[in-house]
């Protein structure tokens, strides 16, 4: 509490307003009344035994704050309350204080509040303990005191943190308890012999849960685990829980995973990895894990961020175009502190209104795997479109071959003249034959590899194009089956014959495609029905010619000679 108004019960008319200022600096004062309180009765008293009537104003308090620090909540609202009173002319007297140093422990700041209170404010500070008259004196006097409870204040400060650093390098921790944890006395039933480290239960457990969850990578961030937490999280008596994600933070320094896996690191007191007496809450290897998933560059963990990586999280690449420019669009990862890589497709065209906007992988992914699945071809268009390549591959297939033999009877040809040519060399003795033959033969040599290469190279492109088409059938029924494919190159493939990168995304209508792709624009329903009525006319001109002729009639493939506009 800052303020209380003071209640008086006398109706007399009163010469003098006070306030009245009080402050303590540790914790126990605070909770069990005593410091505060004792101060404000005593400066109570002291206004009851005054011959002349004093009526009190305010009481101004502050809890738990040291006496270094100038501004503070309850000194700055007594300040302001001096002000508006002087601008409501509203005389107040006196700032009545058990002892000056309440008001400041500083020898640097003394002048300054005293300057704030008594010459801007008009009202002078009252101390039950001290002079402070405003003489040569009086104000050397207040120096040399307030140097002295100066010194004293830091003397008290240089013997708690030696204490706390000898508590630390014997293992014990003196600070507030980290989550799970609670402090008890060695001897709770007498409350004696020291506090030490306990585990909390249940949150102990449920703390140690979260934590190996998370060094086995089942709990993938912090806001996982804060989740987590929050949901199994047991109400203590204080009423504290995990809440925010900065508590979480804290949990997640180096310092604090050493104190659960039993270590002692705090670099305020030189404490460098001693050995704690407090029950542990993780092993080390967990400890290690965590750190390592925290920061995988320092410990030499190899980070999941290459090319191929990108490759196969980013197969749109330069497929999928902006609908603000209609310029391809480029990808990249990007990571969150737990170096969890997350990937965006983003616009790098500068003179786009969408320029350096990203959209998530999985989100456009999702979203094209769903038209994938529109693209789906009725089977009797596929059996047409087979029936189609195989005439066409039968009628081609012999010209084929006659190129074939035609090179290998050449061949045979060559090897034999080369063979004349050698004897005509070992049957003459005139030098200039000799030469025009060796000539010869460089040339025929030439010729016999020119053609050994291309017979070589017609062998190893020989296309099976029955086997290509029945192996085709099943992706074109179903686009999305080299899609799932984890091979990226496959993916490529299928992109540019289907596509020929014309993929525009929207968040509100998802995949956009302005061409449809060829091959599916040859098999829809205008086209199609023009190469079924056409090839039904063709069949019934052959039944008719068959009929007249009396020749028994054929069931083979059809050859449908049909011209179609591509645009």
């Not at 199994?232 to 933070?249: A, C, P, Q």
Request: positive net charge; hydrophobic residues 35%; proline residues 3%.
């Amino acid at each position: 509490m800052i303020g209380k108004k003071a209640i008086e019960n006398s109706t007399e008319k009163h010469t003098e307003k006070v306030i009245i200022y009080t402050r303590v600096s540790s914790k126990k004062q605070v909770e069990t009344g005593n410091g505060l309180e004792s101060q404000e009765q005593i400066c109570r008293e002291w206004i009851r035994n005054q011959p002349d009537k004093i009526e009190l104003a305010w009481v101004f308090s502050d809890g738990w704050v040291s006496g270094k620090y100038a501004s503070r909540q309850g000194l700055d609202a007594m300040i302001e309350y001096l002000k508006q009173a002087n601008k409501d002319y509203t005389k107040i007297s006196k700032v009545i204080v058990d002892d000056f140093d309440r008001l400041i422990r500083d020898v640097q700041w003394w002048r300054d509040i005293k300057n704030r209170i008594e010459k801007l404010w008009w009202a002078k500070i009252f101390s039950l303990k001290q002079d402070l008259n405003d003489t040569p004196e009086g104000n050397m006097l207040q120096s040399i005191t307030m140097s002295v409870k100066q010194y004293e204040r830091e003397n008290n400060a240089r013997r708690t943190k030696d204490r706390q650093r000898w508590r630390l390098l014997n293992g014990f921790w003196c600070y507030n308890p980290m989550p799970g944890y609670n402090f008890q006395f060695e001897d709770e039933a007498n409350k004696r012999w020291g506090r030490v480290l306990v585990l909390s239960e249940p949150n102990a457990s449920i703390i140690k849960e979260g934590l190996e969850l998370f060094a086995k990578g089942i709990i993938l961030n912090i806001a996982s685990f804060c989740s987590h937490i929050d949901k199994k999280w047991f109400i203590t008596r204080t009423g504290w829980r995990i809440t925010k994600n900065s508590d979480i933070d804290r949990m997640f320094t180096r310092d604090k995973l050493l104190f659960y896996a039993w270590w002692i690191n705090y670099e305020k007191r030189d404490i460098n990895m001693i050995k704690a007496k407090h029950p542990v809450l993780i092993d080390e290897d967990t400890m290690n894990k965590i750190l390592e998933r925290l920061d995988p560059k320092r410990f030499k963990i190899h980070v999941t961020n290459s090319k191929e990586k990108n490759i196969a999280e980013l197969p749109l690449r330069w497929t999928l175009c902006c609908e603000g420019c209609k310029k391809p669009m480029t990808g990249s990862p990007s990571k969150n502190k737990l170096w969890n890589y997350y990937f965006y497709y983003t616009c790098r065209q500068k003179e786009c209104s969408l320029y350096g906007k990203s959209i998530n992988n999985n989100e456009v992914h999702k979203h094209f795997e769903e038209h994938l699945k529109s693209m789906k071809i009725e089977e009797h268009r596929l059996w047409l479109l087979e029936d189609i390549l195989c005439n066409i591959w039968e009628t081609e297939k012999d010209s084929l071959l006659v190129m074939d033999n035609r090179k290998e009877e050449r061949l045979d040809s060559v090897i034999k003249e080369i063979d004349k040519v050698q004897e005509r060399i070992f049957a003459t003795e005139q030098e200039s034959l000799i030469s025009m033959y060796e000539k010869k033969l460089v040339e025929l040599h030439t010729e016999q590899k020119e053609i050994e290469e291309e017979i070589a190279v017609n062998k190893s492109n020989h296309i099976d194009l029955p086997y290509i088409i029945t192996n085709t059938k099943p992706i074109l029924a179903n686009p999305l089956f080299l899609w799932e494919n984890p091979d990226n190159k496959l993916k490529s493939l299928m992109l540019s014959f289907m596509f020929s990168n014309q993929i525009f995304y929207n968040k509100k209508n998802g995949i956009q495609t302005p061409m449809i792709p060829l091959i599916y624009s040859l098999l829809s329903d205008s086209f199609s029905n023009k190469v079924l009525d056409q090839g039904q006319q063709d069949l019934n001109s052959r039944r008719e010619a068959l009929e007249t002729s009396a020749l028994p009639l054929s069931y083979g493939p059809i050859i449908f000679h049909t011209t179609y506009n591509r645009t």
